[in-house]
């Protein structure tokens, strides 16, 4: 078991920054990725961002690529998501998860453990 606790949420204007956090307990040693979803009201759940634990290759949406950073404390078994120039339109509940096996780190079907979500408002 992976638990997962997000925080550093918040309200936003558009074209601030929020860094999000999130600690991991449990089997991490068995984590290959570390990964960042979104999910707006109505709509499905998507991809922001991902770290492979161990060597800390990271991947990202393309909507996000130069503004969001994905990083991560091995010492501290925490993920970090820097988001930079935020917009209104990424208003949503964002998601930390851990994926257990090697699969594609871009579908949400590969993650095993998730955390609870934490709530991020960019407002115009």
């Known amino acids: 078991q992976v638990q997962l606790v997000e925080s550093g949420g918040g309200l936003v204007q558009a074209g601030g920054s929020l860094r999000l956090s999130c600690a991991a307990s449990?089997?991490?040693?068995?984590?290959?990725?570390m990964g960042w979803f979104r999910q707006a009201p109505g709509k499905e759940r998507d991809f922001v961002a991902a770290?492979?634990?161990?060597?800390?290759?990271?991947y990202y949406a393309e909507s996000v690529k130069g503004r969001f950073t994905i990083s991560r404390d091995n010492a501290k078994n925490t993920v970090y998501l820097q988001m930079n120039s935020l917009e209104p339109e990424e208003t949503a509940v964002y998601h930390c998860?851990?994926?257990?096996?090697?699969?594609?780190?871009?579908?949400?079907?590969?993650?095993?453990?998730w955390g609870q979500g934490i709530q991020v408002t960019v407002s115009s």
């Open positions: 998860a851990a994926a257990l096996t090697d699969y594609s780190n871009i579908y949400s079907q590969n993650y095993n453990y």
């Open positions: 449990g089997r991490t040693a068995s984590t290959y990725y």
């Open positions: 770290i492979r634990w161990s060597s800390g290759s990271a």
